[in-house]
């Protein structure tokens, strides 16, 4: 028998920039009361830690510190955040080769602890990642949640409700799809509080029409534009974690437009990790949600899983190749 889980404990592995703004955003946000940073940089991840438990004095009693491994054991989430960054101009799907190796090492070295744990992978590229924990672990692939087009979507409804004048928790859209790249907008289900976008666009007396190719291309390049200015990218992917964890810890049945390998009941999409809107909670993805698409969003699609698919049989190859 495995140790019982603590439901209040997360792991994040990894205390790079992304992995310390996860575990700040989980702290803010009181979501766990014990946070362990892991990471071969052990001064970073200490110092990482000390850095937010600091600012627990002033907060709330909540544990923040640096540990192994071993601290899988009894993790109710475990975070997986590490890998090589991504630099300027280099598309996710570039990170595939010289990260598969890392996060087939992090997965291998969780298992050893832990028993049917739920991962939350957000090493870029994070289909590829998610793909290669799950086969790793051997965990139902519903326990290994990639945060997917979540970021992408957040950037997507921040545009609308910009252009729109609209407050951004009433905007309903989605990006699906791939992580990069090939991500698909999905216009046609895109409400403002129920009401088409477009319509509400019109009743709004706002001029012209809305470009929606131009917007779509903005929220897709919105990650790119950020490294551009500073460097990385950590508070938005911080805040899509955290959203996550608490869809899980709180057994919310929370729709979230994640990543996971699907199966048959996806013939188009089977065996990779692709983002569809899916029911979250305690037992990881619940089901996955099939929304209305237009012809032409169905078809952006299954070309942006091709492209997935063959990346993703690239990246695997690479090892194989290099080792002979």
């Known amino acids: 028998m495995g140790k019982n889980k603590n439901k209040n404990k997360i792991v994040v ?19 766990a009361s014990d946070i362990v940073l892991v990471d071969l940089n052990e001064d970073r991840a200490k110092g990482s830690a000390l850095d937010i438990a600091h600012a627990t004095a002033f907060f709330r009693q909540i544990k923040v510190r640096k540990g192994g491994y071993e601290e899988c054991e009894d993790a109710a989430i475990i975070v997986i955040t590490a890998g090589m960054a991504r630099k300027p101009g280099q598309t996710r799907l570039d990170l595939a080769k010289s990260n598969v190796a890392i996060v087939r090492s992090i997965t291998r070295n969780i298992m050893k602890y832990a028993e049917n744990p739920i991962l939350i992978v957000v090493s870029n590229p994070v289909d590829i990642s998610t793909y290669v924990a799950c086969q790793e672990s051997g965990l139902p692939s519903e326990r290994v949640i990639g945060t997917g087009t979540t970021l992408d979507t957040a950037r997507f409804r921040y545009l609308i409700s910009e252009e729109l004048g609209a407050d951004v928790c ?63 990218t950590f508070y938005g992917i911080a805040m899509m974690t955290s959203r996550i964890a608490e869809a899980i810890l709180s057994d919310g049945n929370t729709v979230l437009p994640v990543s996971h390998v699907l199966g048959e009941e ?35 699609m299954e070309d942006s899983a091709e492209t997935l698919r063959e990346f993703l049989t690239k990246a695997l190859e690479a090892p194989k190749k290099a080792a002979s």
């Open 13 to 31: 592995v990894g205390a790079g920039n992304v992995g310390e703004a996860i575990a700040y955003t989980l702290m803010l946000r009181k979501q």
């Open 170 to 232: 009433d905007v309903n859209a989605y990006i699906l799809g791939e992580h990069g790249d090939s991500q698909v907008p999905v216009w046609s289900s895109a409400t403002i509080a129920g009401e088409p976008v477009d319509q509400f666009r019109k009743a709004m007396g706002c001029k012209g029409e809305l470009d929606h190719e131009a917007l779509g291309e903005r929220a897709r390049d919105s990650g790119a534009e950020v490294i551009q200015l500073k460097g990385a």
């Open 266 to 300: 996806f013939p188009s999409y089977r065996g990779i990790a692709f983002s569809l809107p899916c029911v979250i909670n305690g037992k990881g993805i619940q089901r996955v949600l099939d929304i209305p698409m237009d012809e032409a969003e169905k078809k952006k």
